[in-house]
């Protein structure tokens, strides 16, 4: 369960014990504050770095792994205890970006102090770096595209009223030297890409899938999966639009779990409009669908 910073409740106690005599006895407290997780990339291969992240929120655990709750960033984090303790921190986010589905993310490193020191009514800052978590598992990439290269590794429908552009224009790449554009003017209506080749091999026993991705967009799209080479389309998430680019989280494991019957996957992103909207511009970059 999600918990708020106590800023707010420190202050309005102090207001409150200058205007009313309190005879509770109160318990000392040790505060934690965290700001924001930091990455670390050093020697790590281009696909693997961090280079974004929408990190919202602080798991904190204490000692043998006690979780003491999830809290939204920055925080301010009162402890009932004092005295040399086992601190951890994990990255916690907002699954398709909707606030009421917050998760531990699972391929994010766990950060971790021992013998740390907490302080009776002291607050102690703590700067949390982490990077993906190869010690958990053996992480794998489904699907890495950047957009860098030529090489291919999407197609697009049939069906498509446009394809992909390799952008280049600084103020709309992401990161690198090209971002993804899909542009559909008035008359276009339809346009939808999937990756390839299929994946037969994604993990079916609830083990952690998610997409990752880079994008802005002034019109919603679609992300889903085609199942048993594309005879089944699952369409999962609507994504809406951001002016600016935003980094998203789609969790795929329930989706997965589901299907196991299917013998193989491909992600698919679409766009249908009406025909009376107006031109729509989708930019997507350093999209990443793993899974250990």
């Given amino acids: 369960m999600l918990q708020k910073s106590v ?16 005879n509770a006895e109160i318990q000392p407290a040790s505060y934690l504050y965290v700001s924001e997780f930091e990455f670390d990339n050093s020697g790590i291969d281009d696909k693997w770095q961090i280079k974004s992240s929408n990190v919202t929120d602080v798991w904190l655990y204490l000692d043998e792994s ?30 398709a970006g909707i606030s009421t589905e917050r998760a531990l993310y699972p391929f ?7 013998n740390f020191n907490l302080r009776q009514n002291t607050v102690d800052t703590i700067k949390p770096i982490t990077k993906y978590d190869f010690d958990s598992g053996d992480l794998q990439d489904a699907w ?45 209506l339809f346009f939808e890409m999937n990756s390839t080749p299929p994946y037969s091999n994604l993990p079916k026993n609830g083990v952690p899938i998610y997409l990752e991705l880079n994008y802005k967009t002034n019109h919603e799209f679609v992300i ?12 999962i ?39 009376d909207e107006g031109p729509v511009s989708l930019y997507l970059d350093n999209i990443k669908f793993i899974h250990y």
């Fill in 7 to 22: 800023i707010a409740l420190i202050s309005a106690f102090a207001l409150f014990s200058s205007c009313e005599t309190f």
């Fill in 66 to 95: 006690q979780f003491l709750g999830a809290y939204e960033l920055p925080a301010v984090i009162p402890l009932a205890v004092d005295g040399k303790h086992r601190i951890s921190l994990r990255a916690g986010i907002k699954n």
């Fill in 108 to 114: 994010y490193a766990e950060f971790q102090m021992n």
């Fill in 144 to 188: 890495y595209e950047n957009f860098e290269t030529l090489f291919s590794s999407w197609e697009h429908h049939p069906s498509s009223d446009t394809s992909i552009q390799f952008v280049g224009d600084d103020q709309l790449v992401f990161d690198g030297n090209f971002s993804a554009g899909i542009f559909l003017d008035e008359e276009d």
């Fill in 224 to 235: 889903g999966l085609y199942a048993n080479n594309k005879t089944e389309q699952i369409p």
């Fill in 237 to 275: 998430y609507v994504v809406k639009e951001k002016e600016e680019w935003n980094k998203i989280y789609l969790d795929f494991t329930d989706y997965v779990q589901s299907n196991s019957d299917a013998f193989n996957f491909n992600v698919f992103i679409g766009i249908n409009k009406a025909a």
